[in-house]
């Protein structure tokens, strides 16, 4: 069975600084992968997502993350975090083979950012 | 471009009471379509997945069933709800036409059970 998991459960950092936040999951194959954000009291929003090719890639809002499958780890990463970059964000994991997109997610990371 | 929408945004019912939440997606045709609640810390559970219209299938046993009576409408439902029910419901759209994974979330509908 899949599973993905977040490690930290809650993150904080101060504006300007980097981060990192981690993903791993258990899957034989190369899933697809994908994070998710999400503001209090809103719906899930689309940073980033792999499918395949170039394990490095670029999302919205300046965020990026790194696919490695010797490690079995997608972390999410932002060069200079802001202060509107203050949510929840849930990795999620994908199996090929169907069209219906069955995707298993983290338990998710809450971002805090300090001033 | 399409779109996704879900009402109410907020519901407060008491126990035993029915329940109904509705999403519609704009923009697209034959969506795979995909309800899931949200729990405080517990991350998203997939409740219920529409392929087609009729065609549903439920992820987990309880207290809630689903219909899509038409092609971009799907429906959560409930006859008695318990206090177990209490959460954020998320509605999700996604195209089996380009693999199915990337899955679209409308803004959801906060449920408190009193």
């Known amino acids: 069975a899949q599973s993905v998991t977040q490690p930290d459960i809650h993150i904080t950092v101060s504006e300007g600084a980097s981060l990192e936040l981690r993903c791993n999951y258990s899957?034989?194959?190369?899933?697809?992968l994908f994070w998710y954000v999400q503001s209090p009291g809103q719906g899930l929003q689309l940073l980033l997502k792999?499918?395949?090719?170039?394990?490095l890639v670029q999302g919205i809002k300046g965020f990026e993350a790194e696919f490695k499958r010797s490690q079995s780890s997608f972390n999410l990463r932002k060069p200079s975090v802001h202060w509107s970059d203050a949510a929840e964000y849930f990795c999620a994991v994908g199996r090929g083979g169907s069209t219906l997109g069955r995707l298993y997610f983290g338990r998710g990371t809450q971002l805090t950012v300090w001033p | 471009s399409q779109t996704i929408h879900q009402w109410p945004a907020t519901l407060v019912q008491p126990v035993g009471s029915p329940l109904s939440l509705e999403c519609t997606v704009e923009?697209?045709?034959?969506?795979?379509l995909y309800w899931y609640r949200q729990a405080a810390g517990r991350g998203l559970q997939l409740l219920f997945y529409?392929?087609?219209?009729?065609?549903i299938s439920s992820e987990v046993p309880q207290n809630l069933s689903a219909s899509r009576p038409q092609d971009r409408q799907f429906i959560l439902s409930s006859k008695k709800l318990l206090l177990s029910d209490s959460g954020f419901y998320l509605c999700?759209?996604?195209?089996?036409?380009?693999?199915?994974?990337?899955?679209?979330f409308g803004p959801g509908t906060r449920l408190t059970v009193t």
């Open positions: 923009g697209t045709s034959n969506p795979n």
């Open positions: 999700a759209w996604s195209s089996p036409r380009s693999g199915g994974y990337e899955q679209y």
């Open positions: 792999y499918f395949s090719g170039d394990t």
């Open positions: 529409s392929v087609g219209i009729g065609q």
């Open positions: 899957y034989g194959a190369t899933p697809y």
